[in-house]
């Protein structure tokens, strides 16, 4: 069973910046792929952004490209989210999961685990 916890949310105004980070425990190898969901209220869960442990390959939605940044520290096993020039339409939970495997998923069903997710508030 693999636990995933995010941390780094909060309220921030338009054009700010967010960390996320995701620490995970009980993995035993890097055979996953991590990705980033948010969900807005009324709304369906959305893929954010995806990097697979082996490799570091990643890939985004295409409205964060560019301000939008994940990453992994493997040796801290934990994924992070660097957010950047944020807007109020990115005022969501946001949520880390893992996909076991080699590739990197953007649907949600394909995700195993899931963390509690973290509130993010973006002011205008």
């Known amino acids: 069973q693999v636990q995933l916890l995010e941390s780094g949310g909060g309220l921030v105004q338009a054009g700010g910046s967010l960390r996320l980070s995701c620490a995970w425990s009980?993995?035993?190898?890097?055979?996953?792929?991590m990705g980033w969901f948010r969900q807005a209220p009324g709304k369906e869960r959305e893929f954010v952004a995806a990097?697979?442990?082996?490799?570091?390959?990643?890939y985004y939605r295409d409205s964060v490209k560019g301000r939008f940044t994940i990453s992994r520290d493997n040796a801290k096993n934990t994924v992070y989210l660097q957010m950047n020039s944020l807007k109020p339409e990115d005022t969501a939970v946001y949520y880390c999961?893992?996909?076991?495997?080699?590739?990197?998923?953007?649907?949600?069903?394909?995700?195993?685990?899931w963390g509690q997710g973290t509130q993010v508030t973006v002011s205008s």
């Open positions: 999961a893992a996909s076991p495997g080699i590739r990197i998923e953007t649907v949600a069903a394909d995700y195993a685990y």
């Open positions: 009980r993995r035993t190898n890097n055979r996953y792929g």
């Open positions: 990097i697979h442990l082996i490799g570091g390959n990643t």
